[in-house]
């Protein structure tokens, strides 16, 4: 359910206007290129992108509130985020999916493991009964080490399942508010971050839970300086260097310290665009010290995360929930992205853009005619929801997305789509036909020829596998209400909350 079809107008924001010092665009070559191992294990001060700003930059009205030096330099290796365990939304920084799910031949069959019952919240706000299970994005997290699953759910409540057996490996942790978003842990600490999406009560903020203790150690109320008076944060915030980001959506990036139990703000980067402050629903994708994030006015923006300046900004037409994507190509930083179809009214373009990472350049973009849906009272977006899934092995070269086409393509007023993408050049290679529109994310599985298999999940509740080379339907089963939120692999399962009725755990073979 998206918020912004309830809320009030918001409060007039503060003029603030930074003088930004800019150049013109021109080729930007990277400090110290690298390839994709060597990143890896590389420590990200010996590979700063430059400091640099664009003239696009401009249209980013800026303010930036420091606790001490604003220029606090990121350290360390350019990624944590390279173990078994999966601690934020999509695996690591650049948001790529990369959880190593294998299978093997070809599937052709997906069977429930377990189920685990949450608990069903029947307490009333403005904006309605949330109930139970796990809404957008709501991707369950994975320790390695104690074989947990973590996942925070629209009852207000964090669990702990254990991955083998589907029963509760510790009590769950109640912050009374619903979660709506993905939660993240951190990679050094046995720190859960966690941002309420729904004021069930008052106030609504961050916090964070110690995991030595399962109980919540800090709660960060609402930002008094924020330009936007809406404090959800759906946002999974990751950590780069040494800092935790986390975007809000009361239009602010965060930049915090870290230690056991809890956050020290450093920074924050708060802005206008046109004289409005966006909100930030999606998650940080990040590269080095340069981060991008689209908001739900259709701004791309690029941001130096040592000094939390804009290096460019990029106008993508509508609000952009699903979060960016990043692949390195010859040393080179790209990024996907995709809106919504919101603000156009009832029928409009989902446009899908491939960027320059460094400069925001246009590589090419891809045009998809997409509706509105209203459901009772309720509109519902058209467009792109989801993160896109980059191909591998023999999918290698294609991007694949679910696409909330809603009666655009002629097949139905819920309709959606899996649409496969060049990366060379945004054409459209094939799309499956979904029996719904797809919030959630598509995730990969590769075989031991290389070959890759996409599982999804729909609106309707109902799970698929598909060949990624060529859009095979393998195999598709209605299981649920709803699979709004993300999956993750492990190995050749999937995990993924439905919306009201539980956490399922299912086999792929």
Known sequence: MKLRNYYQTVLAVSLLVTALSCHDAKKVETQSPLTDSVAVESNIEDHYLPDTMYASANKVKLSIDAEGNSESLLKGKISDYESADILTFRKNPMRNADFGGMVKGTPDTVEIAWKFDIYYNREHTHFGVWGGGS????????????????????CSRTYFIDFTTGKASRPSVDVHNTIKGTPSIDPFFKNLYVGQGIPNHLPIGRLVIDLNKTKESQFIDHDPHALRHWYASDASPVEVGGYLFWPGEDGSLYKYSRKQGHLKLVSALRYTINGSAPGIENSLCAYRNYGWFG??????????????????????????????????????????????????????????????????EKIWEQK?????????EKVLDGGMYCTP???????????????????????????????????????????????????????????????QFIFTGDSGGTVYLIRAKNGELLYKHHVASNFESSPIAIGNTAVVGSRQNGIYKFIIR
């Open 389 to 451: 899934l980059l191909g591998k092995g023999d999918a290698n070269g294609l991007i694949f997305a679910n696409i909330c086409r809603n009666g655009a393509d002629g097949k139905g007023k819920s309709s959606g789509q899996l649409v496969a993408f060049s990366t060379t050049d945004g054409k459209i290679v094939y799309t499956t036909r979904l029996n719904q529109f797809a919030w959630s994310s598509p995730i990969g599985y590769m075989n031991e020829k290389g070959e």
């Open 295 to 360: 908001d739900n006015h259709g701004s791309i923006i690029c941001v130096n995360l040592n000094t939390m300046k804009p290096v460019w900004y990029y106008d993508n037409h509508d609000d952009i929930d699903g979060t960016i994507v990043c692949e390195v190509e010859n040393n080179t930083p790209y990024i996907y992205c995709g809106c919504e179809v919101d603000k156009q009214g009832m029928s409009g373009t989902c446009y899908f853009v491939k960027l320059n990472g460094l400069t925001g």
């Open 368 to 376: 998809i005619l997409c509706n509105r849906i209203q459901i009772g």
């Open 135 to 154: 809404g957008w994005t709501g991707q369950p997290l994975y320790l390695s080490k104690s074989n947990e699953i973590v996942l925070s759910s629209l």
